[in-house]
């Protein structure tokens, strides 16, 4: 929804302190600084409102401990753990404990996966990497040749196939294509397995592994696709009718490198920029798309802990995604000022 | 006979003498384009609200739980098939679009009448309440929307108004920023200054030229945000975060699909996934086309 780009001033002040210290390296290294310090008191406030909304909740924690053996449990028994728990102390007490954990690297328990909040997010950010990476990178390998294409030939048959499909596919949510995708791969043609990191009682092997990724990191692709096809075919339309590749028509040369050495890295720049903004999205994706397919990677263990109103790991993984989104938003500008001249010699 | 001709459109194509860049919306064909666009969306969206609205109290289908008939194909009898419950989809996914329909409606005013008042606020006070208001809303989206609803709606369990809190509380943050940058450029205007000199309060000029002029931008961004109300509706109820069962949305039905799925039975996931984007469509379609005509300079191919 947003762009969530540079913004005028940040690039105003990075071109000019720049051009104080003389280099490129210290443009990106002054966004650094400056996004690192705007981080911190992001990830302070994410995490005291996850904290504060846990505590205005009605549901009370020690339920969720002991389940239906609460009935049996003696009130002093209950109160013991509550204590042991800490769920007895004023809630920025808590918070501050918390953060001292987080600190010393001391994330807490997770209460519904009944081990250290370390353990799972160790165990399962390499699946959820694994299959977030390889999901973005089909959906831009696709869309930048998919986009080209279609802006090189518009108005052609592909390029009203692609728009009109486009702008359909952003109206359907990535559950609903999971769904559809395992209809027909797995269970229609037979090509592909439902759901899992493995086949049951095999074990985890690259060929399997691979196997149960495609599905997934395509349907996570396609859902992406859509925004980033559209706006590289809006960019390149833009970049083609500009002066430099009027001009390179102008001087004979062939449309191969008219279109790819001339007008495509102009539109690329925008492009950089929207994958960064696009992060929020991939995290959201994730979340339904590993839920759907068993994936046991982090953001499926996102709706675990919230069934469970687990919110030590519940703080954990909305801090990660933050985290994420912060650190997309990063790349994609130190990619800009890399790979644009203009930023560093306007001024 | 005179023909009269006129003149109102630019001349077509074939006199330029080079290409240069033009939105299709502006052409002759682009702009019947957008005119059948617009009312195929309005089209769409007539019917689905109206079946929406008639179909679950004119159906003769009781919608009740029928062991003896699970899992029927799309017949006679049953258009969209039954559920894993016997119960009859067609009636039961027209009473779920209403419902997320409903949900989504009353979420993004939330967002809306929220993302308003931070909005003005932050735009005509300006200074240290409208930086601090400003990270604020950069704060909230860096945060993951889902993620956020998910942790809101986990901590007060599935009821209709966990639902809607956690998607009001998302989503205002775009709202406040169109509302904003309103508001900011009518700060300057000549009536703002005659009222200024004429004595009126801080809160006067907020209530009586602020706010209402920035109505039509802030319902703007309230239809475009009914789409992704929907989507965060539906999604946080597949996951079996969102509305209670015996409210059923669509969300909830493609959840209660999901195993159905696995024994073929593809209707059951298919005919209230179609209505769901079928009104998204409708909607964003609707939406893009206010958009374009109230704010030309944002017309755009592209919808982000």
């Given amino acids: 929804m947003e762009r969530r780009g540079l913004d005028a001033e940040e690039l105003r002040s990075a071109v000019w302190s720049a051009h104080r210290a003389g280099g ?83 994330l807490g328990v997770s209460r519904s996966m009944r081990q250290p909040v370390v353990e799972v997010v160790a165990q399962r950010l390499p699946w959820t990497l694994l299959l977030a990476g390889t999901g973005l990178l089909l959906a831009v390998v696709f869309s930048l040749v998919v986009g080209t294409v279609a802006a090189w030939r518009q108005g052609g048959w592909l390029d009203r196939t692609v728009t009109a499909v486009g702008h359909a596919l952003e109206g359907v949510p990535p559950f609903v294509l999971a769904l559809l995708a395992i209809a027909l791969f797995s269970l229609g043609l037979g090509w592909l397995p439902v759901a899992g990191l493995t086949d049951a009682g095999s074990s985890l092997g690259l060929g399997q592994v691979l196997e149960h990724l495609v599905l997934p990191a395509a349907v996570l692709g396609v859902s992406q696709a859509p925004w980033l096809v559209l706006h590289v075919r809006q960019s390149l339309l833009t970049a083609l009718t500009e002066d430099h590749v009027n001009g390179a028509r102008a001087r004979g040369m062939s449309e191969r490198i008219v279109v790819l050495r001339h007008a495509l890295p102009t539109a690329l720049l925008p492009f950089v920029t929207l994958i960064g903004a696009r992060v929020p999205e991939l995290v959201t994706g994730a979340v339904l798309v590993e839920e759907v397919f068993s994936w046991p990677g982090v953001a499926s263990a996102v709706v675990t802990a919230a069934k469970a109103a687990d919110y030590p790991l519940l703080a954990v993984l909305t801090l990660l995604a933050t985290a994420a989104v912060l650190l997309g938003s990063l790349l994609a500008d130190i990619a800009a000022i890399l790979l644009d001249p203009r930023v560093a010699t306007d001024g | 006979m005179v023909e009269l001709r006129q003149h109102d459109s630019p001349p077509s194509g074939k006199g330029r003498w080079r290409d240069v860049a033009r939105s299709r919306a502006g052409t002759k064909r682009g702009r019947g384009a957008t005119r059948s666009r617009t009312r195929l969306s309005v089209a769409v969206l007539a019917v689905l609200l109206l079946a929406a609205v008639l179909v679950p109290w004119l159906s003769p289908s009781t919608g009740l739980v029928d062991y003896g008939s699970v899992r029927m194909p799309p017949g006679p009898g049953h258009p969209f098939g039954t559920d894993t419950s016997g119960r009859d989809l067609f009636t039961r996914s027209w009473a779920g679009l209403r419902i997320s329909l409903l949900v989504a409606a009353v979420s993004t005013l939330v967002s809306t009448v929220l993302g308003s008042v931070v909005g003005t606020v932050a735009g005509s006070f ?45 989503h205002w943050a775009t709202v406040a920023r169109v509302v904003r940058s309103e508001v900011l450029g009518l700060r300057e205007r000549p009536y703002v200054d005659a009222a200024i000199s004429a004595g009126a309060s801080r809160w006067w000029i907020l209530r009586r030229h602020m706010l209402p002029a920035v109505v039509p931008q802030a319902s703007l961004s309230a239809v475009l945000l009914v789409p992704h109300a929907v989507f965060h509706e539906t999604a946080l109820s597949f996951l079996g975060l969102g509305l209670p069962p015996h409210l059923a949305s669509i969300g909830n039905i493609l959840g209660d699909g999901r195993e159905a799925v696995l024994l073929g039975a593809w209707w059951i996931v298919a005919f209230p996934a179609l209505l769901l984007v079928a009104t998204t469509l409708a909607v964003s379609g609707l939406a893009a086309a206010w958009r374009d005509r109230t704010v030309p300079a944002r017309r755009s191919e592209l919808t982000l």
Avoid at chain 1, 34 to 48: C, G, T
Avoid at chain 1, 79 to 99: H, K
């Fill in chain 1, 24 to 106: 490129r390296s210290a443009a990106v290294l002054w966004l650094v600084l400056r996004r690192l310090v705007w981080a911190v008191p992001v990830l302070l406030l994410v995490s005291l409102g996850v904290f504060l909304l846990a505590a205005a909740s009605p549901f009370d924690p020690i339920h969720q401990y002991y389940g239906v053996r609460i009935y049996d449990a003696s009130a002093a028994d209950v109160a013991r753990v509550r204590a042991e728990l800490g769920l007895d102390r004023p809630v920025l007490a808590r918070f501050w404990e918390w953060l001292s954990g987080l600190f010393s690297g001391d």
């Fill in chain 2, 126 to 170: 300006g200074g240290w309440t409208d930086r601090l208001l400003m990270r604020l809303v950069d704060a909230v989206n860096s945060v993951p929307h889902l993620l956020l609803g998910i942790v809101i709606v986990a901590l007060y369990s599935g009821t209709v108004l966990a639902v809607v809190l956690s998607i009001g509380l998302t």
